[in-house]
């Protein structure tokens, strides 16, 4: 189409048109243009006609101008496009191309938009700016229509309530988030905004989609039209669980500090001396002091004239060199009264690092250190008597034999032991006992000089040690003022009441390797002296020590001997007036395996002391009920077992039970069985050992009363006790030929025993002499050497097949 015609037509519109216009062809290149294409991009007719459009677009264009025009060519109707174009200073602007098929001819339009491309770029960024901060801040935006009551909600709304973006609720579903009692209160803050225009600004918990709670606050306005009207209610909600929870910890955290029983304080590290700025209630309670009277002071006005300068040295090099610091300071109350401050104290720093403050936590320990201080006490010192213990007297014992050695000095120890304190004690109570020893402590302590030390060891028992003593004998005025001091009467209430001691007296020269063996020494030399007689002294010597070795020695190969079985019982004889065996005496003997055959007198006495005669006696009592059987089942008539009975044995709970026991273990008959108990056994306790004997009695076991007439005997409970036989005691047999008074002695208990329908047996029949003298006596029973020695049972049974005839032994009684 030949240039002229759109020329022609177009000149008014070329002219007057603020927006770029021009004609191209097919491919592109330029026919024509308006003057707008110099004055916006600078370049003049001659270098644009003729040449392709590209030549002002940004090359980055290119492929968008290509594809416009092969739709065009193709037919299409092309929307209006946005593309960059380039002026001839190479500036860069933003035009909107509107493009249309002509005859031959694309008309085209361009539109100066980079103004509004620049408004719409910078709307952009701020609404992502927006979005960011919304995001970053969880607050979301959100407006509800007054007239229909449509809410909107922002992405960030909806994520904060737990829904997808897009999400859009009614106002009922909005409102159903909100826990109760805050569903309510936004209720009526958003009718109040809606209806008066009451803007609110409010906190509230919502319960999400997915059940989890959480804080918002929430800020609405009313949006009023030309009017005045409202028509909108709109405004934000955010997230503040975070900050909630920082707040209830904070809340939690005061209330924390001000229920604490430790006194807390915070001093300014900014601020010369170091003011208070804070103290809470139980600094007030420590140190008496309000928080008006502490606030702005330094804390240095608790302290006094007994503060410790270390302590106060130690704290100020702590603040100095802003570091942790802890010390346990003397200070003083409001009052004068002074108390022990367990105190820490700690730099409180800013986010550069910097000190700001000190924060002191205090701990009044007064009362745990008078405790400490007491436990101490208690544990070196006894808590009756106020004396020192053992682990006090032990000190003091090294000390003073360390004294002796350099010195050149004597130690002594006295071992002081109340005579029969225990009957006191169990009689009138442990209040009067209580009462003695405080009492004895005293005058012990009196009589003593202040160096010296005077110790509870135990019980009534006292530990006195002397130090210093320029001659042994020294020590003798000590125990003379001790014993006479000791003795004298004690008043409680208004009774009067005597005890005395023994005291027992170990000295050393320096010499001994190990002080406690005074203690030990001491101790033997105290059992002597109440062997002695009681409230007597006596001294430790090595014959002493000897004995106590031997008798140590003793029981430990006694235990040896019950837990290996060394014992074995050996039988003696016992025969009626017609020289038949009636029955047999159990003897136990101990076949040591290094010192041979121990006598029953060196260990039975030891093992009753001790406790060992207890499975020894059970021993016996099994041993011999198994061997009665035995012996019965020889067909040589019936024969009676005699056990002999220990005191302890008899008074201990469960013995008629270990009777049955061995009865019924060894199928023993009860009337085959005899057992033997001195007249101190049946004169101690007499009701529970009249009960005791009536029920053996009852299983039909024999008893028989041993060594008759060596104690004290008492011919009233003799007719009560339920006994079968007297055993008159050997001591009255060895004279019987040539003594009247033992022949008399004999004849009345054999007279008596008659009477009361009891039997007799006369042990220690030795020669014939002593026979034929007994022989005279009706019912009467014989055991000793004369007839036969205590046996093995093997021996016994050899003893046991020939007949025998009373006076038919020949032998020596020392065979």
Same mark, same amino acid.
């Given at each position: 189409?030949?240039?002229?015609?759109?020329?022609?037509?177009?000149d008014?519109?070329?002219?007057?048109?603020?927006?770029?216009?021009?004609?191209?062809?097919?491919?592109?290149?330029?026919? &024509?243009?308006?003057?707008?294409?110099?004055?916006?991009l600078?370049y003049?007719?001659? $270098?644009?006609?003729?040449?392709?459009?590209?030549?002002?677009?940004?090359?980055?264009?290119?492929?968008?101008?290509?594809?416009?025009?092969?739709?065009?060519?193709?037919?299409?109707?092309?929307?209006?496009?946005?593309?960059?174009?380039?002026?001839?200073?190479?500036?860069?602007?933003?035009?909107?191309?509107?493009?249309?098929?002509?005859?031959?001819?694309?008309?085209?339009?361009?539109?100066?938009?980079?103004?509004?491309?620049?408004?719409?770029?910078?709307?952009?960024?701020?609404?992502?700016?927006?979005?960011?901060?919304?995001?970053?801040?969880?607050?979301?935006?959100?407006?509800?229509?007054?007239? /229909?009551?449509?809410?909107?909600?922002?992405?960030?709304?909806?994520?904060?309530?737990?829904?997808?973006?897009?999400?859009?609720?009614s106002?009922?579903e909005?409102?159903?988030?909100?826990?109760?009692?805050?569903?309510?209160?936004?209720?009526?803050?958003?009718q109040?905004?809606s209806?008066?225009?009451?803007?609110?600004?409010?906190?509230?918990?919502?319960?999400t989609?997915?059940?989890?709670?959480?804080?918002v606050?929430?800020?609405?306005?009313?949006?009023?039209?030309?009017?005045?009207?409202?028509?909108?209610?709109?405004?934000s909600?955010?997230?503040i669980?975070?900050?909630?929870?920082?707040?209830?910890?904070?809340?939690?955290?005061?209330?924390?500090?001000?229920?604490?029983?430790?006194?807390?304080?915070?001093?300014?590290?900014?601020?010369?001396?170091?003011?208070?700025?804070?103290?809470?209630?139980a600094? $007030?309670?420590?140190?008496?002091?309000?928080?008006?009277?502490?606030?702005?002071?330094?804390?240095?006005?608790?302290?006094?004239?007994?503060?410790?300068?270390?302590?106060?040295?130690?704290?100020?090099?702590?603040?100095?060199?802003?570091?942790?610091?802890?010390?346990?300071?003397?200070?003083?109350?409001?009052?004068?009264?002074?108390?022990?401050?367990?105190? @820490?104290?700690?730099?409180?720093?800013?986010?550069?690092?910097?000190?700001?403050?000190?924060?002191?936590?205090? /701990?009044?320990?007064?009362?745990?250190?008078?405790?400490?201080?007491?436990?101490?006490? /208690?544990?070196?010192?006894?808590?009756?008597?106020?004396?020192?213990?053992?682990?006090?007297?032990?000190?003091?014992?090294?000390?003073?034999?360390?004294?002796?050695?350099?010195?050149?000095?004597?130690?002594?120890?006295?071992?002081?032991?109340?005579?029969?304190?225990?009957?006191?004690?169990?009689?009138?109570?442990?209040?009067?006992?209580?009462?003695?020893l405080?009492?004895?402590?005293?005058?012990?302590?009196? +009589?003593?000089?202040?160096?010296?030390?005077?110790?509870?060891?135990?019980?009534?028992?006292?530990?006195?040690?002397?130090?210093?003593l320029a001659?042994?004998?020294?020590?003798?005025?000590?125990?003379?003022?001790?014993?006479?001091?000791?003795?004298?009467? @004690?008043?409680?209430?208004?009774?009067?009441?005597?005890?005395?001691a023994?005291?027992?007296?170990?000295?050393?020269?320096?010499?001994?390797?190990?002080?406690?063996?005074?203690?030990?020494?001491?101790?033997?030399?105290?059992?002597?002296?109440?062997?002695?007689?009681? &409230?007597?002294?006596?001294?430790?010597t090595?014959?002493?020590?000897?004995?106590?070795?031997?008798?140590?020695?003793?029981?430990?190969?006694?235990?040896?001997?019950?837990?290996?079985?060394?014992?074995?019982?050996?039988?003696?004889?016992?025969?009626?007036?017609?020289?038949?065996?009636?029955?047999?005496?159990?003897?136990?003997?101990? &076949?040591?395996?290094?010192?041979?055959?121990?006598?029953?007198v060196?260990?039975?006495?030891?093992?009753?002391?001790?406790?060992?005669?207890?499975?020894?006696?059970?021993?016996?009592?099994?041993?011999?009920?198994?061997?009665?059987?035995?012996?019965?089942?020889?067909?040589?008539g019936?024969?009676? *077992?005699?056990?002999?009975? !220990?005191?302890?044995?008899?008074q201990?709970?469960?013995f008629?039970?270990?009777?049955?026991?061995?009865?019924? +273990?060894?199928?023993?008959?009860?009337?085959?069985?005899?057992?033997?108990?001195?007249?101190?056994?049946? *004169?101690?306790?007499?009701?529970?050992?009249?009960?005791a004997?009536?029920?053996?009695?009852?299983?039909?076991?024999?008893?028989?009363?041993?060594?008759?007439?060596?104690?004290?005997?008492?011919?009233?409970?003799?007719?009560?006790?339920p006994?079968?036989?007297?055993?008159?005691?050997?001591?009255?047999?060895?004279?019987?030929? !040539?003594? !009247?008074?033992?022949?008399?002695?004999?004849?009345?208990?054999?007279?008596?025993?008659?009477?009361?329908?009891?039997?007799?047996?006369?042990?220690?029949? +030795?020669?014939?002499?002593?026979?034929?003298?007994?022989?005279?006596?009706?019912?009467?029973?014989?055991?000793?050497?004369?007839?036969?020695?205590?046996?093995?049972?093997?021996?016994?049974?050899?003893?046991?097949?020939?007949?025998?005839?009373?006076?038919?032994?020949?032998? !020596?009684?020392?065979?």
């Amino acid at each position: 189409m030949p240039l002229e015609k759109p020329q022609g037509q177009l000149d008014q519109f070329f002219l007057l048109s603020q927006d770029l216009f021009c004609c191209i062809d097919a491919a592109g290149v330029l026919l &024509n243009i308006n003057p707008r294409f110099e004055t916006l991009l600078g370049y003049s007719t001659e $270098e644009l006609l003729g040449r392709p459009c590209g030549k002002v677009i940004d090359p980055r264009d290119h492929p968008v101008i290509e594809a416009v025009l092969s739709r065009l060519h193709q037919g299409e109707s092309i929307k209006a496009f946005d593309v960059r174009a380039l002026t001839a200073s190479r500036q860069l602007l933003w035009l909107e191309v509107t493009a249309s098929v002509g005859e031959q001819v694309i008309y085209v339009i361009a539109r100066d938009i980079t103004r509004r491309k620049s408004i719409e770029k910078q709307m952009l960024r701020h609404q992502r700016l927006l979005e960011i901060a919304g995001e970053s801040a969880l607050i979301g935006g959100w407006y509800v229509d007054v007239v /229909n009551s449509v809410p909107f909600w922002s992405d960030e709304l909806c994520q904060i309530h737990g829904m997808p973006p897009g999400f859009k609720p009614s106002v009922e579903e909005a409102f159903a988030f909100y826990a109760p009692g805050s569903r309510e209160q936004l209720m009526r803050d958003f009718q109040a905004c809606s209806d008066t225009g009451i803007s609110f600004d409010g906190e509230y918990e919502v319960i999400t989609r997915q059940g989890r709670r959480l804080w918002v606050r929430a800020i609405g306005r009313a949006v009023r039209d030309e009017h005045g009207d409202i028509f909108q209610v709109q405004g934000s909600t955010q997230d503040i669980s975070h900050r909630k929870a920082t707040e209830r910890k904070l809340q939690l955290l005061e209330r924390s500090v001000e229920s604490s029983t430790n006194g807390v304080v915070i001093v300014d590290a900014l601020r010369d001396d170091l003011p208070m700025v804070y103290v809470n209630a139980a600094f $007030e309670h420590i140190t008496g002091y309000s928080r008006q009277e502490a606030l702005g002071l330094n804390c240095r006005f608790l302290q006094g004239e007994e503060t410790a300068p270390e302590a106060l040295s130690q704290l100020r090099q702590g603040l100095k060199a802003q570091r942790d610091v802890h010390v346990v300071i003397r200070n003083y109350r409001r009052d004068g009264v002074p108390f022990w401050n367990d105190l @820490y104290i700690s730099p409180v720093r800013d986010d550069s690092g910097a000190v700001t403050h000190f924060i002191g936590v205090q /701990n009044d320990i007064t009362t745990h250190r008078e405790y400490q201080a007491q436990l101490r006490h /208690n544990a070196s010192h006894d808590a009756l008597t106020g004396l020192p213990n053992r682990l006090l007297l032990n000190q003091r014992l090294a000390q003073g034999c360390v004294l002796a050695k350099r010195y050149h000095r004597y130690l002594a120890v006295l071992f002081v032991d109340l005579d029969d304190f225990k009957p006191i004690n169990d009689t009138l109570g442990h209040e009067v006992g209580d009462f003695l020893l405080i009492e004895v402590a005293k005058r012990l302590e009196e +009589e003593l000089r202040p160096w010296d030390t005077v110790a509870r060891f135990g019980g009534d028992e006292f530990i006195v040690l002397l130090p210093d003593l320029a001659h042994e004998q020294d020590v003798m005025q000590v125990v003379e003022r001790l014993l006479a001091r000791i003795s004298a009467p @004690y008043w409680y209430r208004t009774s009067q009441l005597r005890i005395s001691a023994s005291i027992g007296i170990a000295t050393d020269d320096g010499t001994m390797s190990e002080p406690r063996q005074l203690i030990q020494q001491a101790d033997l030399a105290m059992y002597k002296a109440k062997r002695r007689g009681r &409230n007597t002294f006596q001294w430790y010597t090595d014959e002493l020590n000897r004995k106590v070795t031997e008798r140590v020695n003793l029981r430990h190969a006694l235990q040896q001997a019950i837990e290996q079985n060394q014992f074995e019982l050996h039988y003696q004889p016992q025969l009626d007036c017609l020289g038949r065996v009636t029955g047999v005496e159990a003897l136990i003997r101990w &076949n040591h395996p290094e010192r041979g055959s121990i006598p029953p007198v060196q260990f039975i006495s030891l093992a009753e002391d001790t406790g060992q005669i207890m499975p020894i006696s059970e021993w016996v009592l099994a041993t011999a009920c198994r061997d009665a059987v035995a012996l019965n089942a020889m067909g040589h008539g019936p024969m009676t *077992m005699a056990v002999n009975v !220990s005191p302890m044995q008899f008074q201990r709970p469960g013995f008629l039970a270990s009777i049955e026991k061995a009865l019924q +273990e060894s199928g023993l008959a009860p009337e085959r069985l005899e057992l033997e108990l001195t007249e101190g056994v049946l *004169m101690d306790s007499t009701e529970h050992t009249i009960q005791a004997l009536h029920a053996l009695r009852k299983m039909g076991v024999h008893i028989a009363l041993d060594d008759f007439g060596t104690g004290f005997s008492s011919l009233s409970y003799l007719k009560r006790l339920p006994i079968n036989k007297l055993k008159v005691d050997r001591s009255f047999v060895r004279d019987i030929v !040539s003594d !009247s008074r033992d022949a008399a002695i004999v004849d009345g208990v054999v007279t008596m025993a008659n009477k009361l329908g009891l039997e007799v047996l006369i042990e220690g029949i +030795e020669t014939a002499e002593q026979l034929n003298y007994f022989k005279t006596l009706p019912y009467a029973h014989f055991q000793g050497y004369y007839f036969a020695r205590p046996m093995p049972l093997v021996a016994l049974y050899t003893f046991l097949r020939p007949p025998l005839a009373i006076g038919s032994n020949t032998d !020596s009684p020392t065979s």
